[in-house]
């Protein structure tokens, strides 16, 4: 079935720091695909969207490219800040006719340090 | 202002209890409501997609069984039986606030339970 893998379980970094975090997913489908942000004590929101392979997502700094080739969602963010510490999905939009269904990947806590 | 409110926030749950998490919709416009599961670990797992008052589904996973009923266009129920002694996990519901299966999810801030 579908899926998705974030191998960093866990990334610190100091402010101003250049942030990336891998994802890579496996479908025989070219899905819609996104990054989640859950700060502590909230639920999931979503940072920002790809639909259509090769185009890029971009949301408050962060940037995210849809690579078909790589199978590849990766985030970046050039400067970080500790506002930006919490727990980062990257995920995929299931059409399997569940609407309102995503696969999600484990996860990537994000910890900036001032 | 919040589109999604789930109460109870957090509940002790004896073992051999079932607990009812309630989800009240905001705004009646987003139709399609679901619950996700999340564990200690932060591993976030669909468990249903309900659209129309009166739709319920059942499952069983690993740790829990669980019964989704939608009640209104508003309201989304979920009953969690049968956890592990010991078990922590967090139910967190959403709205489709996007075109369908474009992804763009609303979710609630969780509803937090521990089994004694």
């Known amino acids: 079935g579908d899926s998705v893998t974030q191998k960093q379980g866990q990334v610190t970094l100091s402010e101003d720091d250049f942030l990336f975090i891998n994802c890579t997913y496996s479908?025989?489908?070219?899905?819609?695909l996104l990054w989640y942000v859950q700060y502590l004590g909230q639920g999931p929101q979503l940072l920002l969207k790809?639909?259509?392979?090769?185009n890029k997502g971009i949301s408050r700094g962060f940037e995210a490219t849809y690579d078909k080739g790589t199978t590849s969602f990766h985030l970046q963010k050039a400067s970080v800040q500790e506002s930006d510490s919490a727990v980062y999905f990257c995920?995929?939009?299931?059409?399997?006719?569940?609407?309102?269904?995503?696969?999600f990947g484990l996860g990537t806590t994000l910890q900036v340090q001032p | 202002v919040t589109l999604l409110e789930q109460n109870p926030r957090w509940r002790l749950v004896p073992r051999g209890q079932a607990v009812n998490l309630r989800c009240i919709l905001k705004?009646?416009?987003?139709?399609?409501m679901s619950w996700y599961q999340q564990d200690l670990q932060k591993q976030l797992q669909w468990l249903f997609t309900?659209?129309?008052?009166?739709?319920?589904?059942v499952k069983s996973l690993p740790g829990a069984d669980y019964l989704a009923t939608r009640v209104t266009d508003t309201e989304l129920r979920l009953q969690v039986a049968n956890m592990s002694q010991g078990r922590t996990l967090y139910c967190t519901c959403?709205?489709?606030?996007?075109?369908?299966?474009?992804?763009?999810?609303?979710f609630g801030e969780g509803s937090k339970l521990t089994v004694l």
């Open positions: 309900l659209r129309s008052p009166g739709d319920k589904e």
């Open positions: 995920a995929l939009v299931d059409i399997t006719g569940n609407t309102g269904k995503l696969i």
């Open positions: 705004n009646s416009q987003y139709p399609w």
């Open positions: 479908t025989t489908t070219y899905p819609t």
């Open positions: 959403s709205a489709d606030i996007g075109r369908a299966d474009t992804g763009q999810l609303y």
């Open positions: 790809v639909t259509t392979a090769n």
